[in-house]
């Protein structure tokens, strides 16, 4: 969490970049790559996120880190389109047949997480939260919103120190953590947890109502764009922008 706040400065050229040109062409290029449907562009996806990760200078377990949280859902999903995919099959995995289309929607589903991954990962290591926030202020996002994701980040801290205060109570009253036996107790325990983060939340803004919060806009950055936030957002750009238009040329019917 420490990370996401402040991540390790380093000399990569995505560090010094303006916030507010970062954040629309890595959404540009994310946009793009959530277009690609044909194996054709796979590779080009692919050695797009794989050379600007390689130019933010951050290590490899950064992106393994990220990889492993949706790994399991998306593997299960990529397994079932697989299995059950329409199609002739071209070979069986027991009483499994494996169809073509089944290997080409497995393979674009995580070629395109891998990629947007990547890319999300170069984003936030790149740029600190506090100024990622105030820049998607700049660009428009709600006050509201921007503060609610800086109290749900400040007292992530304040709840998991509750849930391991509550955790070390139930272990001393013979309450074990392992095996399926305890779902009931697992169900309380977050029950509770959400019952005083909602406690808490109450508190928290009657405490800042008293002292005149209203939840107003700050002022927009009057930052300007130098020569190197130029030509790396119309870089970006002109690749989302390719992607995109190739696409769609293979969509075209007859193609």
């Given at each position: 969490?420490?990370?996401?706040?402040?991540?390790?400065?380093?000399q990569?050229?995505?560090?010094?970049?303006?916030p507010r040109?970062?954040?629309i062409?890595?959404?540009?290029?994310?946009?793009?790559?959530?277009?690609?449907?044909?194996l054709a562009?796979?590779?080009?996806?692919l050695?797009?996120?794989?050379?600007?990760?390689?130019?933010?200078?951050?290590?490899a377990?950064?992106?393994?880190?990220?990889?492993?949280?949706?790994?399991?859902?998306?593997?299960?999903?990529?397994?079932?389109?697989?299995?059950?995919s329409?199609?002739?099959?071209?070979?069986?995995l027991?009483?499994?047949?494996?169809?073509?289309e089944?290997?080409?929607?497995?393979?674009?589903?995580?070629?395109?997480?891998?990629?947007?991954?990547?890319?999300?990962?170069?984003?936030?290591?790149?740029?600190p939260?506090?100024?990622l926030?105030?820049?998607?202020?700049?660009l428009?996002?709600?006050?509201?919103?921007?503060d609610m994701?800086?109290?749900t980040?400040?007292?992530?801290?304040?709840?998991?120190?509750?849930?391991?205060?509550?955790?070390?109570?139930?272990?001393?009253?013979?309450?074990?953590?392992?095996?399926?036996?305890?779902?009931?107790?697992?169900?309380?325990?977050?029950g509770?947890?959400?019952v005083?983060?909602?406690?808490q939340?109450?508190?928290?803004?009657r405490?800042?109502?008293?002292?005149?919060?209203?939840?107003?806009?700050?002022?927009?950055?009057n930052?300007?764009?130098?020569?190197q936030?130029?030509v790396?957002?119309?870089?970006?750009?002109?690749?989302?922008?390719?992607?995109?238009?190739i696409?769609?040329y293979?969509?075209?019917?007859?193609?």
């Open positions: 969490m420490e990370k996401l706040i402040n991540p390790e400065p380093n990569s050229i995505f560090c010094h970049w303006e040109a970062k954040i062409a890595f959404s540009l290029l994310l946009l793009s790559f959530t277009m690609v449907k044909s562009l796979v590779m080009a996806m050695l797009t996120s794989s050379i600007i990760f390689s130019l933010s200078g951050l290590p377990k950064c992106l393994l880190h990220r990889w492993k949280i949706p790994a399991f859902p998306v593997l299960l999903i990529g397994l079932i389109l697989l299995f059950f329409k199609g002739q099959p071209q070979l069986y027991g009483p499994l047949p494996i169809t073509q089944g290997l080409v929607a497995i393979l674009l589903i995580l070629s395109r997480l891998m990629c947007m991954l990547a890319l999300i990962a170069v984003l936030l290591a790149t740029t939260l506090l100024l926030i105030n820049a998607m202020r700049d428009g996002l709600p006050g509201i919103l921007a994701i800086l109290f980040l400040r007292y992530l801290y304040t709840l998991n120190d509750q849930l391991e205060q509550m955790k070390r109570a139930l272990t001393v009253r013979g309450f074990s953590t392992q095996g399926l036996s305890n779902l009931k107790q697992y169900g309380i325990l977050i509770a947890i959400l005083r983060s909602f406690e939340s109450d508190r928290v803004y405490a800042m109502a008293v002292r005149g919060y209203k939840c107003e806009s700050g002022p927009t950055s930052i300007t764009w130098n020569f936030d130029k790396l957002f119309y870089s970006f750009s002109f690749l989302a922008f390719l992607i995109a238009l696409q769609l293979f969509n075209m019917p007859g193609v």
